[in-house]
């Protein structure tokens, strides 16, 4: 078996869980391969086996990799998404980070984490994507997100007006800061926090959510995913902001977008104890009751 492994930086309180993870892979007689500029950092500092190589590109993930792990939190996985792309690769979300909600994985489950995947024994999710198509180029080759899209206003600029359409059809003006479009997987990320609902992972609907709406009779609306939405802004000021994920580019007020369901989705493994509803209770601390 030969496993990817993607990873930003090696922080020095995680360089021991680091160590134990490539530990694990060697005694389960897992190959890996190591995004080289992490490798770069880890190689003189972490205790490697014989086998490791590295890879760059998406293009050098070919269909030796049965799985792709990530190490950090859940802005290294959707990094790591950029990466799989189309290939259907499964992606293990280990989380170093602080949340951790896409990287479900905890530390302390390295070494189950790595036996299931030894094993065979996980669980695989396949989470719904969101493309994105302009009249203008954007987002080079990775115009998808797995949490969302969004539209805003560029710093201290006053609000911005999104008239946004359904298949062609007039759905309303947001007079706003900006415009969150979520998939299921992204309504417990930035939308939430602009009130939006949650969505179960398979609901097939996608969320649009303004951000700091003028208007008090404004509020989320979720769609079926099979439906274009798009968009054209105006604006006092000559740029706006697009969002795919964690990546942002300043465009023209005069862009025109459209977004639809991407036409491959993504697939994240889970251990069979960490379901969609324990992450709410553990994460998000859903249904939790001082008074129980």
Excluded at 237 to 263: F, G
Aim: hydrophobic letters at 40%.
């Amino acid at each position: 078996m030969k496993i990817a492994v993607y990873s930003r930086v090696l922080e020095e309180e995680k360089r021991g869980d680091v160590q134990l993870f490539f530990d694990e892979l060697e005694k389960h007689n897992i190959k890996a391969v190591v995004f080289l500029p992490y490798l770069e950092q880890i190689k003189d500092r972490i205790r490697l086996p014989e086998s490791v190589t590295s890879f760059y590109l998406s293009e050098d993930l070919n269909n030796d990799i049965d799985h792709v792990v990530s190490l950090g939190g859940d802005g290294t996985l959707l990094d790591t998404v950029t990466l799989v792309k189309d290939k259907s690769i499964p992606i293990v979300g280990i989380n170093f980070g602080r949340l951790g909600f896409l990287a479900g994985i905890g530390q302390d489950q390295l070494k189950e984490a790595v036996k299931s995947i030894a094993n065979q024994t996980f669980i695989i999710d396949k989470r719904t994507l969101i493309h994105l198509d302009a009249n203008i180029s954007l987002f080079d080759h990775t115009p998808f997100a797995l949490n969302e899209f969004a539209i805003h206003k560029r710093d201290t600029d006053s609000m911005i007006k999104i008239h946004t359409y359904l298949n062609g059809e007039f759905l309303n003006t947001y007079w706003a800061d900006g415009v969150i479009v979520s998939t299921p997987t992204g309504s417990t990320g930035y939308s939430l926090s602009c009130n939006g609902p949650i969505l179960f992972p398979d609901s097939g609907s996608f969320v649009i959510t303004p951000v700091a709406p003028h208007h008090l009779n404004v509020r989320s609306l979720v769609v079926p995913d099979t439906h274009i939405i798009s968009f054209e802004v105006e604006s006092r000021s000559d740029e706006i902001i697009c969002t795919l994920d964690s990546r942002k580019e300043r465009v023209s007020k005069n862009v025109q977008i459209a977004l639809k369901k991407e036409n491959f989705s993504i697939n994240l493994l889970r251990l069979k104890e960490n379901s969609f509803f324990q992450s709410l209770h553990n994460k998000l601390t859903w249904g939790v009751d001082k008074r129980n």
